[in-house]
T-cell receptor, first 118, second 116 residues
Framework: GAVVSQHPSRVICKSGTSVKIECRSL??????MFWYRQFPKQSLMLMAT?????????EQGVEKDKFLINHASLTLSTLTVTSAHPEDSSFYIC??????????????FGSGTQLSVL | AQKITQTQPGMFVQEKEAVTLDCTYD???????LFWYKQPSSGEMIFLIY??????QNATEGRYSLNFQKARKSANLVISASQLGDSAMYFC?????????????FGSGTRLQVQP
């Protein structure tokens, strides 16, 4: 299957600082990537859709000024958590669409980033 | 709107036995895709199997098969000959076609534990 690399895998930061998470599609081009958030023992909740060369589309209730998404190339999307607070502590996981634009195109995931804000 | 329901928060199975993980869905979209993913304790999401709503046959991928019953709106995952390495969280997900929404909607997951 296609490979998606996510970095870092774990980050601990102080409250008020910003953290950048990178998501790369290694062996394919991904015009669309997604960012999900997962709380312990819960499901994945879609935060935003990242489109190469255009603004991200955020889900209802997700603060776009807090979770900055940049999709500057066909293989890289970044999520920056600005002015992080303890309630932002969570597992963040990115995914990239691989396929021909049909509805059976598959979603491949990065390995996730565990963010802990002190 | 789309909704995925997984009613089994946890399941146990003996090694080498088969296990069925339940998934029901709700959508008004006439055309859609159903997916199963495995999430080990390390956190990554591993794609297992896909079923299209108009596929005539149930999907199979190695030890994984999908028991698709369209009228009942269910897409259960069957794992045959369970292995210790199958212990993980399993998520059912779907994507509708006509809405143009390409993100997946996930269920709440089932934690499978394979016992030796």
């Amino acid at each position: 299957g296609a490979v998606v690399s996510q970095h870092p895998s774990r980050v601990i930061c102080k409250s008020g600082t910003s953290v950048k998470i990178e998501c790369r599609s290694l062996d394919f081009q991904a015009t669309t990537m997604f960012w999900y958030r997962q709380f312990p023992k819960q499901s994945l909740m879609l935060m935003a859709t990242s489109n190469e060369g255009s603004k991200a589309t955020y889900e209802q209730g997700v603060e776009k000024d807090k979770f900055l998404i940049n999709h500057a190339s066909l293989t890289l999307s970044t999520l920056t958590v600005t002015s992080a607070h303890p309630e932002d502590s969570s597992f963040y996981i990115c995914s990239a669409l691989h396929g021909s634009g049909q509805y059976n195109e598959k979603l491949f995931f990065g390995s996730g980033t565990q963010l802990s804000v002190l | 709107a789309q909704k995925i329901t997984q009613t089994q928060p946890g399941m146990f199975v003996q090694e080498k036995e088969a296990v069925t993980l339940d998934c029901t869905y709700d959508t008004s979209d006439p055309s859609y895709g159903l997916f199963w993913y495995k999430q080990p304790s390390s956190g990554e999401m591993i794609f297992l199997i896909y079923q299209g709503s108009y596929d005539q046959q149930n999907a199979t991928e190695g030890r994984y098969s999908l028991n698709f019953q369209k009228a009942r709106k269910s897409a259960n995952l069957v794992i045959s000959a369970s292995q210790l390495g199958d212990s993980a969280m399993y998520f059912c997900a779907m994507r509708g076609r006509s809405t143009g929404r390409r993100a997946l909607t996930f269920g709440s997951g089932t934690r499978l534990q394979v016992q030796p």
